[in-house]
C-alpha cells in the first residue's frame, strides 16, 4: 500500500489506540486468525475485510456478519469504499479510519493486541465524523456569514441587518443547521455561535454606518460570563457597533434568571430582543415581567398570515398590542409577500424581516 492506513479505537482505560493496516487484504472478527482480531459476542469470527478496489481505493466489505458493518452509522449491505475519517462499527466496535501522518495521527500499536468491544446492542459514538474539518472552521478556515435587513414597517427604510454564520469550508456543509448538529454532538455549540458572532461583528463593524447589528446567540452562551466579557471589549472599543442580541426562545427559561440577563446587559448598554417568539411557548410571564427592547414573532406564526383563520390574526393582533404596551418594538420576520406585510401594519408591527424587504447577502456587498 502507497498509503499507511490505521483504525483508531478507545482502549477501555480510556488511551487511543491505532490499529495499522500494514496489508491488506486486511480481516476483522472475533477468530484468532484475523489481522484485528475483537473479542466480542457482537462480532463473527470472520465479520469484514478491507481491501482496494479496482481504482485502488480502499473499501471495507461485509462478510455476511450477524450484526452487521456500518460506515458513518449507515448499515452496509455488501462493500463501501473508504474515506479519511470515516468513522466504521463493526458490530458495536466502533473505530476511526486514519491515515499516518495525517494531522490527528495517532501513535501506531504494533503488537498484536485484541480489542474488546463494549457490551449492548448500541452503536457507541466515541467518533465523530468532520471533527478535524469543524475544529478548523472554529480556529477561522472557511468561517463565513451573511446579513439580512430589517427595515421600518411603514417606509421601508433601513433600520438594522441580522448577522447569519455560514461556512465555505470544502469539507463542510454551508448550512448553519448541519454544522450546528456537528456542533452538538461534540458539544460545542456556544463555540460555534461565538465564532459566527466574532467574525461577523469584525467584517460587519466598519460597514454599519449607524445601523444595528443583531447577533444570535445559543442557549448554552446565553447566561454565561464569556458572552458578556466579549459584549463588553466590543463595548469599550472607540465607534463600537450598536449590536443587538437576540436570545432564542427556549433560552427563556424563568423570570429570575431573565432580570440577570437584562440587568447585565442593560449595565454594558447593548438592548435585547427575543427572538422566534411564539415557535414554542408563548413565555408570556417572562416577557410581561422582563420587556425586552425587540419582540421578534416566529416566521411560522406569520406565513401566509393575510389569509390566516380569524381567530389566529386575533391572537396576533393582541400579542403585537401587549408588545407596544410593554414597550417592546415588535418585529414580523419571514415576511415575503406584500399581503402578509400590509396585514402585519395594520396589526402594529413597526420592523419588518424577509424576502420581501431584502433576502441574505455577504458582507462585502454591504
Not at 26 to 33: H, I, K, M, S, T
Not at 47 to 61: E, F, M, P
Not at 84 to 108: C, K, M, Q, T
Not at 319 to 329: E, P, T, W
Request: hydrophobic share 45%.
Amino acid at each position: 500500500m502507497s498509503d499507511a492506513w490505521y483504525l483508531e479505537t478507545i482502549a477501555a482505560d480510556g488511551s487511543h489506540v491505532a490499529h495499522a493496516i500494514r496489508r491488506l487484504p486486511f480481516r476483522v472478527g472475533r477468530d484468532a486468525a484475523n489481522d484485528l482480531v475483537v473479542a466480542a459476542r457482537g462480532l463473527s469470527r470472520q465479520h469484514a475485510i478491507i481491501d482496494t478496489n479496482s481504482a485502488g481505493r480502499l473499501q471495507v466489505t461485509d462478510l455476511g456478519s450477524t450484526n452487521g458493518t456500518f460506515v458513518n452509522r449507515e448499515r452496509i449491505s455488501a462493500t463501501r469504499v473508504l474515506a479519511g475519517d470515516d468513522v466504521i462499527h463493526f458490530g458495536n466496535a466502533e473505530y476511526r479510519l486514519g491515515i499516518e501522518g495525517g494531522p490527528d495521527s495517532v501513535a501506531s500499536d504494533d503488537s498484536e493486541r485484541t480489542m474488546i468491544a463494549p457490551a449492548g446492542r448500541g452503536l457507541s459514538a466515541h467518533f465523530v465524523r468532520q471533527e478535524r474539518e469543524f475544529l478548523q472552521l472554529l480556529a477561522g478556515r472557511g468561517i463565513s456569514a451573511v446579513v439580512q435587513p430589517i427595515v421600518s414597517a411603514l417606509d421601508g427604510r433601513l433600520f438594522a441587518y441580522e448577522l447569519l454564520g455560514r461556512s465555505t469550508h470544502p469539507d463542510l456543509p454551508a448550512s448553519p443547521m448541519h454544522l450546528f448538529q456537528l456542533a452538538a454532538m461534540l458539544g460545542r455549540e456556544a463555540e460555534l455561535s461565538g465564532a459566527f458572532r466574532t467574525y461577523g461583528v469584525e467584517q460587519m463593524a466598519p460597514r454599519l454606518k449607524g445601523a444595528r447589528l443583531f447577533v444570535n446567540t445559543h442557549p448554552e452562551e446565553t447566561f454565561t460570563d464569556g458572552l458578556f466579557d466579549w459584549l463588553a471589549q466590543w463595548r469599550a472599543q472607540p465607534d463600537a457597533p450598536n449590536i443587538v442580541i437576540e436570545v432564542h426562545e427556549t433560552a427563556v427559561v424563568e423570570v429570575e434568571a431573565m432580570r440577570r440577563l437584562a440587568a447585565r446587559l442593560d449595565e454594558i448598554g447593548v438592548p435585547f430582543a427575543y427572538d422566534d417568539f411564539g415557535a414554542g411557548q408563548a413565555r408570556l410571564r417572562e416577557l410581561a415581567e422582563v420587556p425586552p427592547d425587540f419582540v421578534k414573532f416566529d416566521m411560522g406564526l406569520l406565513r401566509g398570515i393575510d389569509t390566516a383563520p380569524e381567530g389566529r390574526q386575533r391572537m396576533v393582533r393582541e400579542l403585537v398590542r401587549l408588545v407596544l404596551d410593554l414597550g417592546s418594538v415588535p418585529l414580523a420576520e419571514g415576511i415575503e409577500t406584500e399581503p402578509e406585510a400590509a396585514v402585519c401594519r395594520d396589526m402594529g408591527f413597526q420592523l419588518v424581516q424577509g424576502y420581501l424587504t431584502g433576502r441574505p447577502v455577504a458582507l462585502s456587498a454591504i
